[in-house]
């Protein structure tokens, strides 16, 4: 069974840098696309970019590029989403899936001073 | 890029009435698309793939049609366990890309 397993919630002060995880088991990890989507409270899902943890090939969104960095670890099954200093905004619920059919938990960032 | 718009924004309806929601995108792609349910706290579900196709074990009162530009997704009875908000998304392959459409609420009047 394939599963995807984020790491839990959040809580930062604005500027503070941050990097959540998805682990996934059950399959392959090097072998599928993984990616990363963003659900601001009360909001529609926002695809925010996607990375191939066999050659760590990454694609952003274009209202996303350069403002987070997606990597993976292919020696635990596990991607990232990472952000070198949040902001208010970055408030959401951040899913990881394996399109079309697999997703995360979800984990939730708040970002407040 | 393609921009999806999905209409109406959100619906109300009986149980037992036929729901339909409309993806439109901005220019042709094939039948890349996909339909998922939200639930409030949940993390979207896959209801339909590549347009028409019913993912296992989905219930065949939801089905999905249309290519090229012009996707329709049906509840053909509304149930009270159908309510959710329900978006279209489509993706092209290579290399990965996609876009979800606005979403639509779906409520039990």
């Known amino acids: 069974e394939v599963q995807l397993v984020q790491s839990g919630a959040e809580v930062k002060k604005p500027g503070e840098s941050l990097k959540i995880s998805c682990k996934g088991s059950g399959y392959s990890f090097t072998s599928y696309w993984i990616g990363w989507v963003r659900q601001m409270p009360g909001k529609g899902l926002e695809w925010m970019g996607i990375?191939?943890?066999?050659?760590?090939?990454?694609r952003y969104s274009p209202s996303f590029q350069g403002q987070v960095t997606i990597s993976a670890d292919k020696s635990i099954s596990t991607a990232y989403l990472q952000w070198s200093s949040l902001k208010a905004s970055d408030t959401a619920m951040y899913y990881c899936?394996?399109?079309?059919?697999?997703w995360g938990q979800g984990t939730l960032v708040t970002v407040s001073s | 890029d393609i921009q999806m718009t999905q209409s109406p924004s959100s619906l109300s309806a009986s149980v037992g009435d036929r729901v339909t929601i409309t993806c439109q995108a901005s220019q042709d792609i094939s039948n890349y698309l996909n339909w998922y349910q939200q639930k409030p706290g949940k993390a979207p579900k896959l209801l339909i793939y590549d347009a028409s196709n019913l993912e296992t074990g989905v219930p065949s009162r939801f089905s999905g049609s249309g290519s090229g530009t012009d996707f329709t997704f049906t509840i053909s009875s509304l149930q009270p366990e159908d309510i959710a908000t329900y978006y279209c998304q489509q993706y092209d392959n290579l290399p990965p890309l996609f876009t979800f459409g606005p979403g639509t609420k779906v409520d039990i009047k």
């Open positions: 990375i191939y943890p066999g050659d760590s090939d990454t």
């Open positions: 899936a394996r399109p079309p059919k697999s």
